[in-house]
């Protein structure tokens, strides 16, 4: 038996063609460049534009700026990062004081306030110090680990006495000549160069250290040995050492700076030559006419 | 000839521009079904080059990226009959298809089976300028081949060098770099009705498509159908389809004949819907699930429920058996094959050395057609499916889709036209002014 209400019309099937115009978007769509262009080109564009007009505004700029860096300085102090204080290791007490004085830091600061090039590049140029490395040690210190130059000799120069490193550096200036007793003394233009040349005459001549006041750069070529009793012993530019050894060698067997005479030339390695002095000349001139019976009176 | 020369060329253009670009989709426009596949070119087949292996049947060279399949509108006899419909059809399809491969496709090779088909064979025979065949001497003979008369409504949809013959020798591929005086070639030719390829035509435009080729179903079906001794040694492919049953004879690889029955399937479905008074959706389901064309004895037991919403108790809950539904089926099939077997005997089927017949296309799926056919046709019929191809759906597989497929070997690995090879000297030359100044006329 039929129901007498009226069955309930189904709707009419709904054509399963796209229409025109959404085929052609789906071929768009399918369209290799256009979608490049959708996925990539079109969201760079819209955050780009959307960028560039929001910081069209110079007070946007200035805010946003001022956000960055109340950002920056709230992280940078944070204590985590702060440094208290400054240890220095490997530095005598002045050399400390000198490099407290030339960073002049106010504690606590920022980790990232600290410039640490630039520091070591301050702390190395001081004359005393041959290198530091600067670091920020846990717990906020900031440590340097200096390596001192510690001077060998002093040089005397028309300004005053100054202190050599043997690789020539000038570490400071010398406050007396008793203040540096054990140091031995060089002198004269460009005698700082060459230091370590110095060390080994004085090794050469410790037989006659008592004797010896100092050594003289000549013509920044050569060296004197400057002896007491206005003694001098010239050395050579080349083997220097062995023309002192051979002066040295000779005083131990003659005793031959113990007699009169001023200078010994070793210039001439084949042929040393010594002068005496003035009263060792009269008395030569004195003995040989002796000798010879012509006094002539 | 000339504008016919233009437009193929147009036509295979398109399509190496398609190949370049590595996508291209092939529809084939059917009464019952509209197919759709997108292929994708890999390049070079990259196993051309080893030796002593094939290409494969032009298979290596391309992948199926996208397929899709629905139910036909506006196509009756295999012809446009309603072109709004079947646009329509076509944009559902090829968009479904360009969705599955995920890129737009802008190059479409059609075929169809409808619009009758006429095959002419032509020979042309010149005097071989000098020693050697040449180019030239290529294209002479195939402008020498003198055309039928074949109707100005209608227009040429294959025509292919079937045979060359050098003097005495024939059965020649390739004549060129041979010596001899007189060359002759063969030549098939297959013109169908003018206004339905521009039907065709029309619709695709409307769906933003460029035409890269069109084809017949015939030829195409064959192509994949028939194994390649077949093709080789003469076999009929007969592709039962909807709206039209169509025929193509092969030899020596070449289509040498193609026709169209106009009946098909769906003239079965029709008599069924006729013959028992349901709906031709549901005599369409009957036919799939419970049609055959030999009836048994126990057909007589096997009830069919005739389902309806008529509202008549009596005729919605009618029955009938099998073999009254096998009782209407059969003398249509029959008549079908009848009708092949006049079309092939027209041809001259029985002269071929090999006459071995192929059925496919959707109608072949009937239960005991073959035993049918054996009876009509001949002896030796088998069943054909479409060759496998890369990357084909399995939905797609069935010998229903024996033209989609043979359109993708179409596609990729074309015979020769007449319009591939040189226009000859004399006639390329000729009026170039004369179509210049027409050509103008034309466009402004």
């Known amino acids: 038996m039929r129901s007498l209400s009226v069955p309930k019309r189904k709707k009419p099937r709904h054509d399963p063609a796209p229409s025109r115009w959404a085929y052609r978007f789906e071929r768009l769509m399918l369209t290799p460049f256009f979608r490049f262009c959708l996925r990539t080109v079109v969201p760079f564009a819209v955050v780009a534009g959307g960028a560039l007009i929001y910081f069209s505004d110079e007070d946007r700029r200035e805010a946003l700026s001022l956000a960055i860096n109340d950002l920056r300085r709230e992280i940078a102090t944070r204590p985590e990062f702060m440094v208290s204080a400054m240890a220095i290791d490997g530095a005598s007490d002045g050399t400390s004081e000198d490099i407290r004085d030339i960073l002049s830091l106010s504690f606590p600061v920022s980790s990232f306030d600290l410039d640490l090039p630039a520091i070591q590049a301050r702390v190395s140029e001081l004359p005393s110090i041959a290198s530091a490395s600067v670091r920020v040690r846990t717990g906020g210190v900031l440590q340097l ?22 690789d020539g550096h000038v570490t400071g200036p010398a406050v007396s000549r008793n203040a540096h007793a054990q140091m031995p003394l060089i002198a004269g233009e460009g005698a700082e160069g060459h230091v370590r040349e110095a060390l080994e005459l004085f090794a050469a001549a410790d037989p006659i250290a008592d004797r010896v006041i100092g050594l003289v750069r000549v013509g920044e ?52 030559t010594i002068q005496l002095t003035e009263n060792a000349v009269e008395d030569w001139w004195r003995t040989s006419q002796i000798t010879l019976g012509t006094t002539g009176q | 000839m000339t504008e016919l020369y233009q437009s193929q060329r147009a036509m295979r253009a398109m399509r190496k521009a398609a190949m370049q670009r590595g996508v291209i989709a092939v529809l084939d426009v059917g009464t019952s079904k509209i197919a759709c596949l997108v292929l994708r070119f890999d390049g070079t087949d990259r196993l051309a080059s080893v030796e002593g292996i094939g290409s494969m049947a032009g298979q290596s060279g391309f ?44 190059h479409v090779i059609a075929c169809f089976s409808g619009a009758e088909p006429r095959s002419y064979g032509l020979d042309g025979q010149i005097d071989v300028h000098g020693q050697m065949v040449g180019e030239q001497d290529v294209a002479r003979v195939l402008a020498a081949c003198d055309v039928p008369d074949y109707g100005a409504d209608r227009e040429v949809l294959h025509a292919q060098p079937v045979n060359f013959a050098l003097d005495h020798r024939s059965g020649l591929n390739d004549p060129r770099g041979q010596v001899g005086q007189v060359l002759t070639t063969d030549m098939h030719m297959l013109t169908v009705d003018k206004a339905a390829v521009q039907n065709l035509v029309h619709c695709i435009k409307r769906c933003d498509l460029e035409l890269a080729g069109i084809a017949s179903s015939a030829y195409v079906s064959g192509l994949s159908a028939l194994v390649e001794d077949e093709q080789e040694l003469g076999a009929a492919c007969i592709d039962m389809g909807g709206g039209a049953t169509s025929l193509s004879i092969f030899m020596k690889k070449h289509m040498i004949f193609a026709d169209t029955v106009r009946m098909g399937g769906d003239h079965v479905t029709g008599d069924i819907s006729m013959g028992l008074q349901v709906p031709m959706a549901t005599a369409e389901r009957i036919k799939t699930f419970y049609g055959g064309v030999v009836a048994t004895g126990m057909d007589d037991r096997d009830m069919i429920e005739l389902s309806g919403d008529t509202g008549d108790w009596e005729h919605d809950r009618r029955t009938v058996s099998r073999a009254e539904l096998i009782g209407i089926m059969r003398p249509r099939v029959e008549e079908i094959l009848e009708e ?17 017949i192929v059925l496919t296309g959707g109608g072949s799926q009937i239960p005991g057609l073959d035993g049918l056919a054996s009876k009509i046709l001949g002896q ?19 010998p229903g889709f024996a033209a989609t ?26 009026r170039t002014i004369g179509r210049a100044v027409r050509w103008f006329r034309e466009n402004w």
Not at chain 1, 225 to 239: F, N
Not at chain 1, 241 to 255: K, M, P
Request: charge should be neutral.
């Open chain 1, 145 to 166: 680990d200096i390596a001192e130059r510690t001077p060998v000799v002093v040089w005397r120069t028309h300004e005053g006495l100054t202190l050599v490193d043997p």
């Open chain 2, 63 to 106: 992948r199926v990226i996208g397929a899709n399949t629905i139910m036909s509108r506006g196509v009756k006899f295999g012809e446009i009959d309603t072109m709004q419909e079947t646009e329509r059809a076509i944009r559902t399809v090829v968009q479904a298809a360009q969705k599955m491969a995920k890129i737009r496709v802008d």
């Open chain 2, 380 to 398: 030796q019929v088998r069943l054909g499916r479409p060759m496998r191809v890369h990357g084909l759906p399995q939905a797609a597989t069935g």
């Open chain 2, 405 to 430: 497929v043979g359109m993708c070997l179409f596609a990729t690995h074309p015979q020769d036209e007449w319009w591939d090879f040189d226009l000859p000297v004399d006639r390329y030359h000729s």
């Open chain 1, 221 to 272: 070529r050569r060296w004197d040995v400057v002896l007491t009793r206005e003694q001098r012993i010239l050395l050579p530019e080349q083997g220097a050492v062995q023309a002192l050894d051979r002066v040295v060698a000779l005083n131990s067997a003659q005793e031959l700076l113990e007699r009169d005479i001023s200078v010994v030339d070793m210039r001439l390695t084949r042929r040393p």
């Open chain 2, 340 to 356: 092949v077997r006049a079309r092939l005997d027209v041809a001259g089927f029985e002269h071929l050395p090999s006459q071995q």
